[in-house]
Structures are given as C-alpha cells and as structure tokens.
Nanobody, 125 residues
C-alpha cells in the first residue's frame, strides 16, 4: 500500500510558477507509475501528467504541454510537478496518484490505485 501527501500549492499570479511535490510512504514507490490530476470547482477530475516508474516517457494533457514538467526522485519517494507560466484556468485542486502498472502512463483516473488528499492551486489574473 502507498500513502501519498501533496504539498506546494498556493495562491499566485498569472505568469508565476509553482512546484508541487507528492511524497509517498513505503519502500515500493519505484514500482508505481505516477500521475497528476486536477479538479476545478464544478468540473470533473482532469488528467494533467504522468510518468513511468523510472522517470521516463512523460505524458501531458495538451493544455499544459510546454508549461508543466513532471519528474520523480525514487531515492526520495517523491514525484514533482513543475508548473510555469500559470494561467487562471489552471486553478484547481491538484492530486497525485499511483498506478501499480509501472509502465502504463495512463490518463484515466480509474487506472490509478492510490490517491493523495490534494493541494489547492489558485491563479489570480
């Protein structure tokens, strides 16, 4: 079992940057592909980015390509989401998730086995 705790959210202005972190418990972190999702008020949860177990083959939703970067440090049991040039439409609760299929890199929330509690990101215009 994996427990995930996100951090790094906050209130920033459009054009600013934030780096989200997701710390995982346990010694099996490297056995999971990891993803980031977000949910804005009144909207469904949306895929943002995913990465495989070794940190390769990242995949992004089109709206964040070129602005967001997902990465992981297996020695620290942590996955990151670097977010640059933030826009008001990026405002949402951001969740990290772990998928036991280590190379899948899915954009479907139902494929993920464990979820964090989320961290709020608010972008003012």
């Amino acid at each position: 079992q994996v427990q995930l705790v996100e951090s790094g959210g906050g209130l920033v202005q459009a054009g600013d940057s934030l780096r989200l972190s997701c710390a995982a418990s346990g010694r099996t972190f490297r056995r999971y592909a990891m993803g980031w999702f977000r949910q804005a008020p009144g909207k469904e949860r949306e895929f943002v980015a995913t990465i495989n177990w070794s940190g390769g083959s990242p995949n992004y939703v089109d709206s964040v390509k070129g602005r967001f970067t997902i990465s992981r440090d297996n020695a620290k049991n942590t996955v990151y989401l670097q977010m640059n040039n933030l826009k008001p439409e990026d405002t949402a609760i951001y969740y990290c998730a772990a998928d036991a299929t280590i190379n899948r890199r899915s954009d479907y929330a139902g494929d993920y086995d464990y979820w964090g509690q989320g961290t709020q990101v608010t972008i003012s215009s």
